[in-house]
């Protein structure tokens, strides 16, 4: 059984979703990671000394290669345009993705004769080779990214389809549900054999299909792998060429050197190994997708590719030669590709290529869905829901209750509008209202009190006058002034004014009948009175004052319901939203795990035990050739290992990117998915690279 099976046949098919377009993939991808490094390598090398010096002509031809290959998108875009580079048609729509330099370079009538320097300028035509050979890189890169966006798709494709086709297989009888609401095979298989004949033919149909999906899902998860590496190692050999170039052009300025009218050997060093690069990579790359006597990566005994064969560059300094098998279409032969290593038959292999790598795709994609892809009977369950409860309540609604529904309507937008002014609108325009006025009648109650406090203080000063008729007209002033700054200050019983009145009054108490008639017990009542008023006015006056001072906290508190409505919704969603991270984070841990196993456990170990389906000695022998060229450094993956964990990061990134976006050390965790996608780490390197995310990234404790 292979690692796909575990990772997704044992999960439940109705807890996952489908992806909405399978050829759709977020720019969070290894593809695209791959790309952009790939990109900045690619720059790099460009804008080195050596190839600045060498393309003096044509500043910033890597940046325009770039900027012109920004605009592809997909497959179909690159075939197009290089269907259009090389039969020189349809200029225009040529030229918004390929400068006019490149067009010239390119002209049907000159790619073949960019390999020779007969009766031509050689500094020109190593310039023109170069830059050739750098967009047949920039290509190859666009190509290789494109195929591996294609095959992701596909292998979210198929682990659908994988994933119910294992719940089928442990489920028979309800898979037998959902067969026989969609298949008429069902019910004629159900009159010959009966029940249990049916679900065990089921079982055993759910087998076959796991069998098939597998063997496909196989083959795509190897090529993946190989096609990364193939990128991977390509940008190895481009950023090693930028070290050699470096050293070859101190070695060419030594003094002494005399001034020679041949092209250095150190650029013709530079455009060789550019070539080897491209021809290596372009021919690996054909072997890849399209093995020698298979239809495609995808074989009869589902090996999914033949044995990749390392390739190494030979010392600094020297041509890097490679000696691959390869297969194409083209007018010439793969054997005088290989000799002369011409930019139209690599340009003609690359395209041949691209083309049966498309519409194999293609193929292979509309295949699977035709014939593994679940029955519609599986949402039997939300039909049934839907036709039985949610349909009839509604046409029964519309047809017979009307009026009743407009009245509920009416009833309850009246509501809803009533709750929006009450608890929305007009606690906001009264607390506008207390931010740019006051509360009416606060500065006529405050005169008012002001008014009635100096009408006592003159009471108090005449009644002085009149007992006292010989006191000073100054003192009855100061006097009155006197008294009315204890009433501002709220003393009313104070030592001076208000103690003769007092007095008074205790005195005439004592005898009120004659102090009515005959004495000032009536006055000194009213004076009484007018104090007690005093005292009236003040306290409203400073409940006023309080109201006016919480007249703002007053007016808020009237929107305390719309307060905590929005409250418990924020907490709610904050709720949910740690709710769904849950799961989010669990499985990230799982993708971890899957991870580990696939950088611990090689997978081919297990494969050499498995015997072919022909069971031919030959075929047998020929698997393990296969196995021991992938198996040629127990410290490296393999193209299938590679593919998997390529597809394990490729979810965990997508997973990061869409459910922690605000994680600060986000940029920190693409990085170590990046050195766990690289070709160039090893198996000891991941691992540490593994225990490192588990010690510092939250979502893994």
């Given at each position: 059984m292979f690692r796909e099976s575990s990772m997704g046949g044992t999960q439940d098919w109705r807890g996952t979703k489908p992806s909405l377009n399978v050829h759709f993939i977020s720019s969070s991808t290894f593809a695209t990671a791959l790309a952009t490094r790939s990109r900045r390598t690619f720059l790099q090398f460009t804008h080195s000394p050596a190839v600045v010096?060498?393309?003096?002509?044509?500043?910033?031809?890597?940046?325009?290669?770039?900027?012109?290959?920004?605009?592809?998108?997909?497959?179909?875009?690159?075939?197009?345009?290089?269907?259009?580079?090389?039969?020189?048609?349809?200029?225009?729509?040529?030229?918004?993705?390929?400068?006019?330099?490149?067009?010239?370079?390119?002209?049907?009538d000159n790619m073949g004769s960019l390999g020779s320097d007969s009766g031509a300028n050689l500094s020109s035509v190593a310039e023109s080779n170069l830059i050739g050979w750098l967009q047949l890189l920039v290509w190859t890169r666009l190509f290789a990214v494109f195929s591996m966006r294609q095959l992701a798709?596909?292998?979210?494709?198929?682990?659908?389809?994988?994933?119910?086709?294992?719940?089928?297989?442990?489920?028979?009888?309800?898979?037998?549900?959902?067969?026989?609401?969609?298949?008429?095979?069902?019910?004629?298989?159900?009159?010959?054999?009966?029940?249990?004949?049916?679900?065990?033919?089921?079982?055993?149909?759910?087998?076959?299909?796991?069998?098939?999906?597998?063997?496909?899902?196989?083959?795509?998860?190897?090529?993946?792998?190989?096609?990364?590496?193939?990128?991977?190692?390509?940008?190895?050999?481009?950023?090693s060429m930028e070290d050699i170039a470096a050293g070859d052009r101190l070695l060419s300025q030594e003094p002494g050197a005399g001034i020679s009218t041949e092209l250095p050997p150190n650029y013709h060093r530079l455009v060789s190994n550019v070539c080897a690069t491209v021809v290596s990579t372009v021919k690996l790359m054909a072997h890849t997708l399209r093995p020698q006597g298979t239809t495609g990566f995808l074989d009869a005994n589902s090996r999914g590719m033949a044995g990749e064969t390392p390739y190494v560059g030979s010392c600094a300094g020297e041509l890097m030669i490679f000696e691959f098998p390869t297969r194409t279409?083209?007018?010439?032969?793969?054997?005088?590709?290989?000799?002369?290593?011409?930019?139209?038959?690599?340009?003609?292999?690359?395209?041949?290529?691209?083309?049966?790598?498309?519409?194999?795709?293609?193929?292979?994609?509309?295949?699977?869905?035709?014939?593994?892809?679940?029955?519609?009977?599986?949402?039997?369950?939300?039909?049934?829901?839907?036709?039985?409860?949610?349909?009839?309540?509604?046409?029964?609604?519309?047809s017979q209750s009307v009026p009743n529904l407009r009245r509920v309507a009416s009833s309850a937008r009246v509501v809803l509008r009533s709750l929006m002014e009450n608890y929305v609108m007009y606690p906001i325009k009264e607390i506008y209202k207390s931010l740019t006025s006051s509360r009416p009648g606060v500065l006529e109650r405050r005169r008012t009190l002001e008014m009635e406090m100096e009408s006592v203080a003159n009471i108090i000063r005449d009644y002085h006058e009149d007992y006292y008729p010989s006191i000073p007209h100054d003192e009855l002033q100061g006097l009155r002034d006197r008294t009315l700054k204890h009433l501002r200050s709220g003393v009313i019983a104070d030592d001076e004014g208000y103690c003769l009145i007092n007095k008074h009054y205790e005195n005439a108490i004592r005898h009120p009948i004659r102090s009515a008639f005959f004495g000032n017990l009536l006055r000194l009542m009213l004076i009484q009175l007018t104090y007690q008023q005093l005292e009236v006015m003040r306290v409203v006056n400073s409940t006023d004052e309080v109201l006016e001072g919480n007249d703002l906290n007053f007016k808020i508190m009237a929107m305390v319901p719309v307060f905590i409505f929005l409250s418990g919704l924020l907490f709610i969603s904050f709720q949910k939203r740690r709710a769904s991270l849950r799961p989010v984070n669990n499985q990230l841990k799982l993708y971890w795990r899957s991870v580990h196993r696939v950088v611990t456990f090689p997978e081919d170990l297990h494969d050499e035990f498995l015997v072919p389906r022909s069971g031919d000695d030959e075929s047998m022998e020929q698997t393990k050739e296969n196995d021991a060229l992938e198996l040629g450094s127990a410290n490296h993956l393999n193209s299938h290992d590679q593919g998997m964990l390529l597809l394990l990061t490729h979810h965990m990134r997508r997973l990061a990117v869409e459910y922690h976006v605000g994680y600060s050390h986000l940029q920190e965790f693409l990085e170590d998915l990046d050195d766990l996608e690289s070709v160039q780490s090893t198996r000891y390197q991941r691992l540490l690279t593994l225990e490192r995310m588990r010690h510092i990234y939250y979502f893994f404790w």
């Amino acid at each position: 059984m292979f690692r796909e099976s575990s990772m997704g046949g044992t999960q439940d098919w109705r807890g996952t979703k489908p992806s909405l377009n399978v050829h759709f993939i977020s720019s969070s991808t290894f593809a695209t990671a791959l790309a952009t490094r790939s990109r900045r390598t690619f720059l790099q090398f460009t804008h080195s000394p050596a190839v600045v010096e060498l393309l003096s002509e044509w500043p910033g031809i890597g940046n325009d290669m770039e900027t012109y290959a920004l605009q592809l998108h997909n497959l179909d875009d690159l075939a197009t345009l290089l269907q259009c580079v090389k039969f020189s048609q349809d200029a225009t729509r040529m030229g918004a993705q390929v400068s006019h330099a490149l067009r010239g370079v390119f002209a049907a009538d000159n790619m073949g004769s960019l390999g020779s320097d007969s009766g031509a300028n050689l500094s020109s035509v190593a310039e023109s080779n170069l830059i050739g050979w750098l967009q047949l890189l920039v290509w190859t890169r666009l190509f290789a990214v494109f195929s591996m966006r294609q095959l992701a798709a596909i292998h979210d494709q198929i682990s659908w389809y994988l994933w119910y086709w294992s719940w089928a297989e442990v489920h028979s009888a309800k898979a037998s549900v959902h067969l026989a609401l969609g298949r008429t095979w069902w019910w004629e298989g159900f009159l010959r054999r009966g029940w249990m004949g049916q679900v065990l033919l089921v079982k055993s149909y759910a087998i076959a299909h796991k069998s098939a999906l597998n063997r496909v899902l196989h083959g795509v998860v190897r090529t993946l792998g190989a096609v990364y590496s193939l990128v991977d190692r390509m940008n190895i050999l481009l950023s090693s060429m930028e070290d050699i170039a470096a050293g070859d052009r101190l070695l060419s300025q030594e003094p002494g050197a005399g001034i020679s009218t041949e092209l250095p050997p150190n650029y013709h060093r530079l455009v060789s190994n550019v070539c080897a690069t491209v021809v290596s990579t372009v021919k690996l790359m054909a072997h890849t997708l399209r093995p020698q006597g298979t239809t495609g990566f995808l074989d009869a005994n589902s090996r999914g590719m033949a044995g990749e064969t390392p390739y190494v560059g030979s010392c600094a300094g020297e041509l890097m030669i490679f000696e691959f098998p390869t297969r194409t279409s083209s007018e010439e032969t793969p054997e005088r590709i290989e000799t002369s290593a011409s930019l139209k038959g690599v340009f003609n292999l690359l395209l041949d290529t691209l083309n049966f790598t498309r519409n194999y795709t293609k193929s292979i994609s509309e295949d699977i869905h035709t014939r593994h892809v679940p029955p519609n009977g599986r949402h039997w369950k939300r039909l049934l829901l839907a036709g039985c409860t949610v349909v009839p309540s509604v046409i029964w609604l519309s047809s017979q209750s009307v009026p009743n529904l407009r009245r509920v309507a009416s009833s309850a937008r009246v509501v809803l509008r009533s709750l929006m002014e009450n608890y929305v609108m007009y606690p906001i325009k009264e607390i506008y209202k207390s931010l740019t006025s006051s509360r009416p009648g606060v500065l006529e109650r405050r005169r008012t009190l002001e008014m009635e406090m100096e009408s006592v203080a003159n009471i108090i000063r005449d009644y002085h006058e009149d007992y006292y008729p010989s006191i000073p007209h100054d003192e009855l002033q100061g006097l009155r002034d006197r008294t009315l700054k204890h009433l501002r200050s709220g003393v009313i019983a104070d030592d001076e004014g208000y103690c003769l009145i007092n007095k008074h009054y205790e005195n005439a108490i004592r005898h009120p009948i004659r102090s009515a008639f005959f004495g000032n017990l009536l006055r000194l009542m009213l004076i009484q009175l007018t104090y007690q008023q005093l005292e009236v006015m003040r306290v409203v006056n400073s409940t006023d004052e309080v109201l006016e001072g919480n007249d703002l906290n007053f007016k808020i508190m009237a929107m305390v319901p719309v307060f905590i409505f929005l409250s418990g919704l924020l907490f709610i969603s904050f709720q949910k939203r740690r709710a769904s991270l849950r799961p989010v984070n669990n499985q990230l841990k799982l993708y971890w795990r899957s991870v580990h196993r696939v950088v611990t456990f090689p997978e081919d170990l297990h494969d050499e035990f498995l015997v072919p389906r022909s069971g031919d000695d030959e075929s047998m022998e020929q698997t393990k050739e296969n196995d021991a060229l992938e198996l040629g450094s127990a410290n490296h993956l393999n193209s299938h290992d590679q593919g998997m964990l390529l597809l394990l990061t490729h979810h965990m990134r997508r997973l990061a990117v869409e459910y922690h976006v605000g994680y600060s050390h986000l940029q920190e965790f693409l990085e170590d998915l990046d050195d766990l996608e690289s070709v160039q780490s090893t198996r000891y390197q991941r691992l540490l690279t593994l225990e490192r995310m588990r010690h510092i990234y939250y979502f893994f404790w």
